[in-house]
Nanobody
């Protein structure tokens, strides 16, 4: 088991940047695939990005490619999401998640943080 806590969300202007962080505790952090998901009001939770155990392999949903970067620091038990060129459609609650295998479906991840709100104004 692992506990995840997100931070770094806030209200920003379109075109601005934010860096979200996720701090992990409990079971061995390096043993998990990590992912970022987001959920807008009235919408289902959707995949944003994932990173493998070593931090070498990353994958992004099409809408954020070239703008978002996921990274992890296994020594510090953290995973981050650097978000650049933010758009109003990026507005959502962003969740950090941990799972046993590489996947994009929310149901494939076992552990979730509480979420952090990101609001992008035009």
């Amino acid at each position: 088991q692992v506990q995840l806590v997100e931070s770094g969300g806030g209200l920003v202007q379109a075109g601005d940047s934010l860096r979200l962080s996720c701090a992990a505790s409990g079971r061995t952090f390096s043993g998990f695939v990590m992912g970022w998901f987001r959920q807008a009001p009235g919408k289902e939770r959707e995949f944003v990005a994932r990173i493998n155990r070593s931090g070498v392999l990353t994958y992004y949903t099409d809408s954020v490619k070239g703008r978002f970067t996921i990274s992890r620091d296994n020594a510090k038990n953290t995973v981050s999401l650097q978000m650049n060129s933010l758009k109003p459609e990026d507005t959502a609650v962003y969740y950090c998640a941990a799972g046993p295998v590489i996947a994009t479906a929310p149901g494939s991840y076992n552990y979730w943080g509480q979420g952090t709100q990101v609001t992008v104004s035009s």
